[in-house]
């Protein structure tokens, strides 16, 4: 039986022979159709989404997706993708179809982050050269213990609901409905202090937080003396928040401390008990620390595939700003 490997167009393809694939794989189909739709077709930079698939006889028997990550280090913009569906046809497993896959991406794709989530997956990158970014666990705070003790206890309480601003020692949060030039303005005024940083825009923030088909997603500004100094993205699980992205001037002494207090005070007003966080950049984890996360063992296995030359530096998490929105594996 001999497999042909090739790009697939999905622009241009017919889309059936994926999702019979991810069907025959997990089984269900309705939430796969509405999500590849965001994923392949309205994403902002789809043009540089890469499928590649393994065929027999016309038939789709494997494909690996990534959609492109690029990223900004000291300055000088790098092309990376982000490994998305991985699949293989139950009729053509243990047919090496996956680590042909996962060879050929990595001969021709510059730059590769992935997390673990199958670990099957993650020990397969491993065998290839993927290394893991250090730091790469979550971190934890607790907001209000007792509404945490109420909770468990299954006392009546209300629904957390993100409020619609809050005002902290000069500092407002307001809510975002709409990224637009205002955050392209932000962003290019502090993206470059940062020595290493995953690239946004408005077209990306819009489509990644506000157009999710499952997710609902809080984004906010914090205001001081009328321009916007700080950013945070949150979604709610219950009484949990999970904070997926945050931005400041890397180079104001007193960031990202005020942000974190702000964001903490505003979440909790919202009725949110516990903090849930993931991020590698080395001053804002001490930060958290400093005002209240501590560090779990759970980890989403980050890793990365690049240049010999230049992995150490793509591994080294603590001087490369990611949060849970870049890479973010929890809407696939």
């Not at 998305?84 to 896959?101: A, K």
């Not at 934890?140 to 409020?163: E, N, Q, S, T, V």
Request: aromatic fraction near 16%; glycine fraction near 6%.
């Amino acid at each position: 039986m001999e497999i042909q490997y090739r790009p697939f167009d999905f622009q241009r393809e017919n889309f059936a022979g994926i999702v019979a694939l991810f069907q025959a794989t997990y089984g269900e189909i309705d939430r796969f159709e509405k999500r590849y739709r965001w994923q392949y077709f309205e994403h902002p930079r789809r043009e540089s989404n890469r499928i590649l698939v393994a065929e027999h006889d016309r038939r789709i028997a494997g494909a690996s997706s990534h959609l492109p990550f690029p990223i900004l280090i000291e300055g000088r913009r790098l092309e990376a993708y982000y490994a998305s569906d991985s699949m293989v046809h139950p009729d053509y497993r243990r047919r090496g179809i996956m680590e042909t896959l996962t060879r050929l991406n990595a001969e021709s794709l510059p730059i590769i982050y992935a997390k673990g989530t199958n670990p099957g997956m993650y020990r397969l990158r491993l065998k290839f050269g993927f290394r893991d970014v250090i730091p790469n666990n979550y971190m934890f705070c607790m907001l209000a213990p007792i509404a945490w003790l109420a909770a468990k206890a299954k006392i009546y309480r209300g629904k957390p609901a993100f409020i619609d601003g809050l005002t902290v020692k000069g500092q407002e949060v307001r809510p975002i409905d709409r990224f637009d030039d205002e955050f392209d303005r932000f962003w290019a005024e502090i993206s470059p202090k940062y020595p290493g940083i995953s690239i946004r825009d408005k077209s990306y923030m819009n489509w990644r937080y506000l157009s999710h088909p499952f997710k609902k997603y809080q984004p906010a500004f914090i205001f001081e003396q009328g321009r916007p100094v700080s950013l945070f993205v949150a979604r709610g699980e219950g009484y949990s928040a999970y904070v997926v992205d945050i931005l400041w001037d890397y180079q104001n002494p007193k960031e990202p401390s005020k942000t974190l207090k702000v964001m903490k005070r505003y979440l909790k007003k919202s009725g949110f008990n516990k903090i849930y966080m993931w991020a590698t950049l080395k001053p804002l984890r001490q930060a958290m620390k400093q005002n209240g996360f501590i560090e779990l063992r759970d980890t989403p296995k980050f890793t990365v595939f690049g240049p010999p030359g230049q992995i150490d530096r793509l591994a080294d998490g603590g001087n490369i700003h990611f949060v849970d929105g870049d890479c973010d594996s929890e809407y696939l």
